[in-house]
C-alpha cells in the first residue's frame, strides 16, 4: 500500500503547546543524596533554524558532535549518573538475585550441514557466548569460533555454515557495533581464509549449493562516505572462495537509494537468484535471475505492486510472503519459468497474522499471530490439509530454524511465565518434542498473565499484557513496570525477561500494551502508527497506563515506563506529554530529536516510518511530538533515567545527550535526569553477560528509588 499524508497542520498551529505545571506525585521511596560533585554544568547556547516558516531553538546543538568539550561532559554526566545510582540501597542483595537469572545457560539450535550441527552456546556462568561444531546428534563438539580470540571488545554473530558444512562464514564486531567485518573459516583446520570483507554490516551472506561461493551485501568503505548516506551504496556482490575481497564481483547495484535495504538470497538448489530491495518499511521490489542462463538477467516479478514481501524457493516455485490486497498477510505463488503468469494464491489471509512461512521437504509450518500470540499451523507443500502443531502455551514462536531441504526443524517458543527452550519438531507428523529449556531460579507457576482491552483516545481497542503474580493484590499501590514499542511492523509478544520476572516475584506488576505502529494486527495496524498517524502510538500508550490506573493496579506515583529506541522515542514523547502520569522514566538508545534524526547513524533509512522535516507536512507532524523540542522549563517532569551506549552506530547518543541537557536544565538541581553511558556497548547492548548484570543493577536500583517495590 502506497502512503498518504492525512495531516495537514497549518505552520503557524505546529509548535508543541507550553505544558502546564502540574502537582508532581509524592515519591515513594526516598531518593538517594545528591552526589558529593554536584550535577554537571551545560552550556545552552541560542542555535535557532528557521525551517518552513518556524523557528525551531536547538541549544543545544554542539552536543552532536563527539569532540573534547562533548567527550568531557559526557564523562561528567556518566559519573555523576553512576555515583547517583550506587546510592540506592539494597544494590548487593539485588545483585546476588540478578546473578542466577542471568548468569544461565544459553544456547541456539542446531544447524544442520551435511553429518554436522552448528550451534551458539553460553554455559552457565561464562561471560560470551562460543560457536561450536560437532557431528548430528552433538557427539565429537569442538570450539569453532571463540570471540575471545579476538579480544574482549569483539561481538561475532550470523554465523552462516555452508551447504555441507565445509566453511563458515560469521560477522566480527568491535563493541558490539553495527558496522561488521566479514570472515570465511575452514571447519576442519579452523583457519580463516582470503581477507577479511569489510563494509559488511548488512552482510547476509547466501551460499551455493556447491560451496564454491557465497552472495553478500557489502557497502563503501570510502572515508569520505558518511554514515547516513552509505545504505545507498549497498551493492550484492558475489565472492569466490579463495579469492581475494576486491575481485568481487557487484551482481546488483548500488541504487544509491539511502533508505532502503538490500539483499540476495539462492534457491537451495542453485538455479534462482533472488534479490529482494526493502524501501521505507513497507514496500519490497523483488527481482529474480536464472544463474544457469547463459546471460543473467534479472526479471521483476512484482513490478508496479506496492508491498511489504519476503520471498523464498521451492524448487522452481517462488513463495511470496506478502501484504498485497491482504494486510493480515497470505502467501501467493509464481512458476519462476513463466514469472509473466499470474499469481496463483497459496495460503489465503486468515483471521489472525500470518507472520511466515517455513518451508521444510514436506510441509510448510504456518506462524500465525492471534491476539498477539503465536499459533502453528501446518499444511502439505500444496498448501492443502492444513491441521494445527500445538504449542506448550499462549507464548511466542519467535523463530524456526531449518532447511528446506530437511524434514525436520526446531522452533524457539518462550512466554512471559516460560523461559526460553527449543522443541524439535517434524511438521508433515505433528511431532514436538522438548529439545532444551533454560532454568530459572524464578517460580514460574506463580506468574499470571491477564490479556486486556483497552479504548484509546479515539476508541481503538488496544490490547495488552498485565503479568503479576498470583496472588498480587489490587490495591491501586503495586509498583508497576508499563513498556512498548509501537513502530516498524514490530510485535511485542510474549517473551520471557528475567528481570521482568524478578520483578513481578517481588510484588511488582509489568504491563505491555500492542500499540498501533507495530505488526501484531497486520500492516493496517502498522500504518495507522506511522509518519502523519504517529500520535495514535503515544495515545495508546497513555491509555494504557489510565487504564492501569483506573483499573486500581497502581497510581502515578508507582508508575514508571520504559522503552528503547523507537520505544525510546515512546516514552520521551509521552513523559513530554503527559507528565503527571508518571513516577520515573527509564530511556534507552533513543530517537528524540525528531527535526533532525535524519542526517546521522541509519537515520535516512527511517525517513519511511517517520518522515522528513525536509517535507514542510511531515515536518508538522514531527515537530509537534519531537521530546527534545517540547521540554519546558518548570514542568514537573519525572525522574528520569538515560541509558546510552557509546558505539551505538545505529542511533546517534547524541539525541541522549540532548535531551538529557533539556531535561536538566528544565528541572531542579536536585531532580534526577541521569545520564548513563554503557561502554563497548553498541544499539542493541553489550554482549557480555556481566555488563548485562551491572545495566540491571543500576536501571532496578532507579526504579526502587522512584517508584518503589
Known sequence: MRAHLLLALSLAACRPPEASPQPRSEQIAPLPETAPAARPDTRRESVVDRLHGVDVADPYRWLEVMDEPTVEWTRAQDVFARDWLARVPGREALRAALRPLLQVESRSAPVQRGKLWFYSRRRRGEDKARHFVSDVGGGNERVLIDPAVFGAAVTVRQVMPSPEGRYVTFLRATNASDDAT?????????????????????????????????????????????????????SVRRHVVGTRPQFDERIYGPLGDNQSFLWGEVSPQGRWLVISRFREFRATEIHVADLTAKTRTFVPIN??????????????????????????????????????APWSELIPQGEGTLEGVHVSSDALTLQWLDKAHSRLEVRDLDGSSPRPLGLPGRGTVAAIVGSATQDDAFLYYASFADPPQWHHIRPATGERTLFWKQHTPIDTDRIQVDQVWVDSKDGTPVSMFVVHRDDTPLDADRPTLLTGYGGFGVSLTPLFSPTAALWVEHGGVFAVPNLRGGGEYGESWHEAGRGPNKQNVFDDFIASAQWLVEQGWTRPGRLAIRGGSNGGLLVGAVMTQRPELFGAVVCEVPLLDMVRYHLFGAGPTWIGEYGSSADPDQFATLFAYSPYHRVRQGTPYPPLLMNSADSDDRVDPNHARKFVAAMQWATPRTHPALLRVESQSGHGGADSVQARIDHAVDTISFLRATVGQ
Open 182 to 234: 566479514l570472515m570465511l573459516r575452514d571447519v576442519a583446520t579452523g583457519e580463516d581464509l582470503d581477507a577479511p570483507i569489510e563494509g559488511a554490516r548488512y552482510a547476509s551472506p547466501s551460499w551455493m549449493p556447491d560451496e564454491s561461493a557465497f552472495y553478500y551485501t557489502g557497502l563503501s568503505t570510502d572515508p569520505d562516505v558518511e554514515a547516513p548516506q552509505r545504505p545507498g551504496t549497498a
Open 303 to 340: 513490478a508496479g505492486e506496492s508491498e511489504k514481501a519476503s520471498a523464498q524457493v521451492i524448487g522452481d516455485r517462488l513463495l511470496l510472503h506478502t501484504n498485497r490486497d491482504a494486510p493480515r498477510f497470505r502467501v501467493l505463488e509464481l512458476d519462476l519459468n513463466n514469472p509473466a
